[in-house]
């Protein structure tokens, strides 16, 4: 299959990412081989690419942002043709504090998808099927997969607010998070404020909706 491989961390200028052969991969037991539909591109994977983060495993093959069709697997909780997602953290030890009491995201000793095994920028992909997630229908594998890292994200920190539908809400900053968060946010009813420092993510915020956009020194029409 082809693959874009990480071999050696370097600046992104130089291509460190370089398109190889290498076997499809063979499931162990518990895992599923996925046919990649999409991958996203995170900015995590600019920081494996370029060495930011140290390199755990050599070579690599990145990518975090999975929807891939189950091609073969060899745990009957998936089955052949299923369309699932794969996300950051591919693996989990089940076993330390975190995992004991349902906040397995902050585990002791975790998997990453494209960092610590081979991730998504690839033909295939084979997945710890305890961490797939099942991709609804009426959604494009596209549109579905920065939801499994930015969405995610994003979708969390609404949760850990307590986000109220309704209310004003502030964004700091506009990535990639953000800007998935918009919309959901528009879809509850709230009034978004969006204070971030680069011109365009401001215009881009006005442009999807936000009810205002500036600088982090700038007081809000609501202040
Ligand atoms: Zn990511
Ligand atoms: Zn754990």
Redesign the pocket.
């Known amino acids: 299959m082809r693959a874009a491989v990480l071999e050696q961390p370097a600046p992104i200028e130089t291509s460190p990412l370089i398109l190889r052969d290498v076997p499809v991969p063979s499931p162990l037991p518990g895992e599923a081989l996925l046919k990649v539909l999409a991958c996203g591109v995170c900015h995590t994977d600019l920081h494996i690419a370029e060495g930011d983060l140290p390199p755990i495993k050599k070579p690599i093959i990145p990518g975090h942002q999975i929807v891939g069709e189950v091609v073969k697997t060899n745990d009957s909780s998936l089955h052949i043709g299923d369309r699932v997602g794969v996300a950051w953290l591919g693996g ?9 009491t349902d906040r ?1 995201n ?5 998997v990453f998808t494209g960092y610590g095994r081979d991730g998504g920028f690839a033909e295939y992909v084979t997945v710890d099927t305890r961490f797939t997630y099942p991709i609804p229908a009426s959604l494009s594998s596209e549109t579905a997969a920065p939801l499994l890292c930015a969405g995610a994200v994003g979708y969390r920190s609404l949760l850990v607010a307590d986000v109220k539908p309704g209310t004003n809400v502030g964004l700091f900053g506009y990535g990639a998070s953000a800007q998935m968060v918009l919309p959901v946010l528009l879809h509850w009813g709230c009034e978004v404020f969006v204070a971030t420092r680069e011109p365009d993510h401001q215009e881009l915020a006005r442009a999807q909706g936000a009810r205002w956009a500036g600088p982090l020194d700038e007081k809000t029409p609501e202040q």
């Open positions: 989990t030890d089940g076993t330390c504090r975190y995992c004991r397995e902050l585990c002791d000793h975790p």
